[in-house]
């Protein structure tokens, strides 16, 4: 059942013509990350990833998607003696709940789901409010596996994989073109 704060934001993007009914409606895929600057050839790190987000927040946030808001880097959390960091911390005040962000530069891992599901669960239990909503985790990762997504967590878990894309550049579309009119051309004769 959709919180009232998921029904508020519903009801502004009815009127856009978007329906929402949960929070992953709000969660747009593929994000399409090439204002970053990244080469997607180049070899690039996490950190390197994390770096060029945070240079363009406020891109980022829009691509993103409604209500976003940025809390924190690398925020670390202690318990049991053991310290862990969350790559990006944000706060969606349309929801009315935290997202929490553990950038991947490959493939999404079960590891990296039970990892996510440990980190919602903290802010769950030690930093959201009793007027908050549930936290939200997102990873986003350069390929997921829905059935491993799917056969991993629970259905009614928080946790969502998302994948980023980079679009082509001017020289790419140009060379992708002539390599497909080649194609056809070829094909005719």
């Known amino acids: ?53 945070l240079g363009q927040i406020e891109r980022f946030l829009l691509e993103m998607g409604k209500g976003f808001l940025f809390e924190a880097r690398q925020k670390r959390f202690t318990f049991d003696e053991e310290h862990f960091f969350v790559d990006l911390v944000f706060y969606n005040r349309l929801l009315r709940c935290y997202v929490l962000l553990d950038l991947k530069i490959g493939r999404v891992t079960h590891q990296d789901l039970g990892q996510m599901q440990m980190y919602v669960n903290y802010f769950d239990r ?41 679009l082509p550049g001017k020289d790419e579309l140009q060379q ?3 390599e497909w009119i080649g194609a056809r051309d070829a094909g005719d004769e």
């Not at 747009?28 to 996490?46: A, C």
């Not at 409010?129 to 629970?154: D, M, R, Y």
């Open 1 to 53: 059942m959709p919180s009232a704060a998921t029904k508020r934001a519903s009801a502004g993007s009815r009127k856009k013509g978007k329906i929402v009914g949960q929070p992953a409606d709000l969660l747009k895929e593929p994000l399409v990350l090439e204002f970053l600057g990244l080469d997607e050839r180049s070899r690039y790190s996490e950190s390197d990833l994390e770096s060029a987000i």
């Open 126 to 166: 030690f930093v959201k409010t009793a007027g908050e909503n549930s936290t939200i985790g997102i990873l986003l990762c350069k390929q997921k596996n829905k059935a491993l997504v799917e056969i991993t967590l629970p259905k009614d878990a928080n946790i969502h994989a998302r994948e980023y894309q980079y």
């Open 176 to 178: 992708k073109l002539m």
